[in-house]
């Protein structure tokens, strides 16, 4: 009998602390639900049959200009310039295998997006052109454990008025919000991963569970809405009701079907019917 208690005990210990390392930041829960009357356009409003490639100016201006809020995603340049780009390298968008962490921006600026007339832009040609007039979900890139684009962004923003929101994959990138910006609202990114090995396969654990949430204690979670069925997001969402941003919807009915289940919908390749307005 004492073996069962002490095991019912032990049992409870872990699962007490497991809900301490996934708990997220609750404090700003009404800051976050106000942005989830918004649609939020995944790298702008592109469409490639307009000629109008992702993370670009016109894809930017196109979403502002029918009311949609943006996603992007922020990289730092090897010179420290804040620019607009989502993959690791500029292979797919520009035919060039290299990082953009490892050029400068004017070796930057001579590429161009898909064959297109457009470049990569910088954020701060971005934050002009929408102008607080949708609010923005900035994704920070941080491909190493060099925390450098953080300070770096934050003084961007310092001067912009509109409203924003960060999210990260990275933890410590959350983290560095936390602790030097707390009044940025901030988001854990996670989804379901492909089998991996070794360190690798450890964080991927880590973060689909969201039990990175030690680290960057989340005011929401950003999570692919196709695999938001484990333990970890359900306790977050059910048992913390901390607001949820789903990514990435491309139909009308995955969109119709996360509008009714969580908050902020992230979508692309179609135009939901319902614009938004401030």
Known sequence: MLIL????????TLFLFYLWIIHPDTSRREECLAF??????????????????????????????????????VHLTR??????????????????????????????????????????PKLSEVLKLVSGRVPLLIELKLPT???????????ELNTYHGQYLIESFNSLGLRWYRRNCPSVLR??????????QGLDALLKFLSTTLMVNCLSRPDFIAYNYQHATGLGFRLNHRLYKIPVFVWTVRSRLAYTNCQERYGAVIFENFLPEKVNTR
């Not at 790298?43 to 992007?72: M, T, V």
């Open 36 to 73: 989830s009357r918004w649609d939020f356009a995944h790298r702008g409003l592109w469409d490639l049959e307009k000629g109008i490639p992702e993370n670009s100016l016109p894809a930017f201006r196109r979403a502002a200009e029918r009311g949609f809020a943006i996603e992007l995603d």
């Open 187 to 196: 988001g854990q990114l996670a989804t379901r991963y492909a089998p991996s």
């Open 79 to 120: 010179d420290g310039e804040l620019v607009v780009f989502h993959d690791d390298t500029l292979t797919r968008m520009c035919g060039r295998d290299e990082t953009v962490e490892s050029l400068t921006w004017e070796q930057l600026s001579c590429c161009r997006l898909l064959n297109t007339d457009d470049r990569i």
């Open 5 to 12: 208690l002490i095991v019912a005990l032990a049992a409870l």
């Open 145 to 155: 454990g060099d925390m450098s684009l953080c300070p770096r962004l934050r003084d």
